[in-house]
């Protein structure tokens, strides 16, 4: 009996370490600008189409547009286990993105809430 037990609890703290290893969240813009301040390594990705981008895209930020028939393609190009921050204009695009890349085994995931929309009505700054 001693023994189940023992093996019932090491299966669970098994499972609970398995499960906290990925960090997934929606952010606000200031604590999405913080992300990207806080590490260098951080991979910034925007997922809207490339008419869109060259309208304004946050600094630092790789293009990868989701109507592209490749897009989980390049996903697949990134580092799963660096950070990944994602927007695209509003959060539609960026959160169907944030979903895929959680399937995807990526380890920590930041989803910019209401996109470069949110941004900009953040004071945020864009590139050109």
């Not at 997922?47 to 309208?55: F, I, N």
Request: charged residues 25%.
């Amino acid at each position: 009996m001693m023994k189940k037990a023992i093996f019932f609890i090491l299966g669970i703290a098994f499972l609970t370490l398995g499960c906290a290893e990925q960090v997934a969240k929606q952010v606000d813009a200031n604590e999405f600008e913080t992300l990207m301040a806080d590490d260098a390594t951080v991979q910034v990705i925007d997922v809207r189409t490339p008419d869109e981008y060259a309208q304004g895209f946050i600094k630092n930020s790789t293009l990868i547009n989701f109507n592209n028939p490749s897009f989980k393609t390049q996903l697949e190009g990134l580092d799963k286990n660096k950070a990944v921050a994602v927007y695209c204009h509003s959060g539609a695009r960026s959160n169907q993105a944030f979903e895929m890349m959680k399937e995807m085994g990526f380890k920590k995931i930041y989803e910019l809430e209401g996109g470069i929309v949110a941004w900009q009505a953040g004071g945020k700054q864009i590139q050109r």
